[in-house]
């Protein structure tokens, strides 16, 4: 199926593709929702969705199923709209558009393996009806957080109340507001790629002189993640982390040669990877070794580096299994405009 009008399928005809899908061995994930108003927070949704299997149906709740759920003023977009933007993305291989509140009629067609839905349910908090046809199908259950400050509703609100020039600012830099330290994770794995990407995110930090003195040791087996939190009084979850990223520095290299200077870049790329995992739809928190110097040792002897390259603190990182809300601390006495 190429193009989007060719993947929007009727339930009889998904249920035949999705036959046909595991017949040639493939496995089949499904979510189902609104997606009034596309957002951003809904695509990262669907993209970790469709990584859950082979393929992605996304069955969508008709226009006046919505309305029933959501109050006469909604959808704001209608089904077949919704069914065709959603059709668009490269993670969706189909769409389905279903007359009722609940989704059960194509949980009873498409017998998912895979079932997903937002981190706002468990599987204490689905509907009863549709949970029993998913477990009776053998689906696994997937659930996975929603991007903070990203909804619908926020988008509406913010249509609604007229976006002046604060609102504004603060919706471009909610990337920042949103990142808040994330401290229980999914069992999904971290892949190379976006360790990757965090680390390209570290290393365009600020830097005294360019000196990049920093040096990252960048962790995923489970038995030195689980000696490296071991080390930590205060990062123990860091056992149960899919990945860590100590980010160390070597006074060799610093400006000057000077311990704040080295301590200040590896700080700027610690915030950079911090703000680089909010983006991707990762979390992370912020472990303090420097200067405790019991800790500095213990990373030092674990990861055999010599005494001039001080391990400055450590990053957990993992799909976040949490949403805290965005917010700054902001004090009007912790600023003086002069
Ligand atoms: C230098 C430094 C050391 C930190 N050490 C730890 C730590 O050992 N364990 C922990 O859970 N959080 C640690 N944090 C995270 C802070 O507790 C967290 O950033 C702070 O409470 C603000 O919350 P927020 O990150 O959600 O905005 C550390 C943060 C910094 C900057």
């Not at 303090?288 to 580096?305: C, D, S, W």
């Amino acid at each position: 199926m190429n193009s989007p009008t060719e993947k929007i399928l009727t339930i009889d005809e998904a249920a035949n593709w999705a036959k046909e899908l595991r017949r040639s061995g493939h496995t089949l994930a499904v979510t189902n929702g609104v997606f009034d108003l596309l957002h951003r927070g809904h695509v990262q949704y669907l993209m970790e969705a469709a990584s859950q299997a082979d393929a992605l149906l996304v069955a969508i709740n008709s226009d006046a199923a919505v309305k029933q759920l959501k109050g006469p003023e909604r959808p704001i977009v209608c089904e077949q709209d919704r069914a065709f933007m959603l059709a668009s993305l490269k993670c969706v291989s189909a769409v389905v558009i279903f007359d009722s509140t609940r989704a059960t009629s194509v949980f009873q067609a498409i017998a998912p393996d895979v079932y997903v839905k937002g981190g706002d349910y468990t599987e204490e908090t689905l509907d009863r009806e549709e949970h029993a046809v998913l477990k009776a199908a053998g689906a696994r259950f997937s659930f996975i957080p929603f991007i903070a400050g990203r909804s619908t509703t926020t988008v509406i609100k913010q249509i609604r109340d007229g976006a002046s020039p604060q609102v504004l600012a603060d919706r471009r830099i909610d990337p920042i507001l949103s990142r808040r330290s994330i401290r229980r994770f999914q069992l999904r794995p971290v892949g190379q790629e976006q360790l990757k990407e965090l680390l390209k995110a570290g290393m365009a930090a600020p830097s005294a002189c360019a000196k990049d003195p920093w040096f990252f040791l960048t962790v995923t087996k489970p038995e030195l993640l689980k000696a490296i939190a071991e080390k930590l009084p205060n990062g123990k979850f860091l056992a149960e982390a899919p990945a860590c990223i100590c980010i160390a520095g070597d006074l060799h290299k610093a400006h000057g040669g000077e311990l704040s200077y080295m301590l200040q870049d590896c700080s700027a790329a610690a915030e950079n990877i911090l703000l680089a995992a909010n983006l991707l739809g990762l979390g992370g928190c912020w472990l303090g070794v420097h200067p405790r110097e019991e800790r500095v040792k213990a990373l030092q002897e674990l990861f055999a580096l010599p005494a001039h390259i001080l391990p400055v603190c450590c990053l957990a990182i993992g799909w976040p299994a949490e949403s805290p809300q965005p917010r700054t601390r902001y004090r009007d006495e912790a600023v003086r405009f002069l």
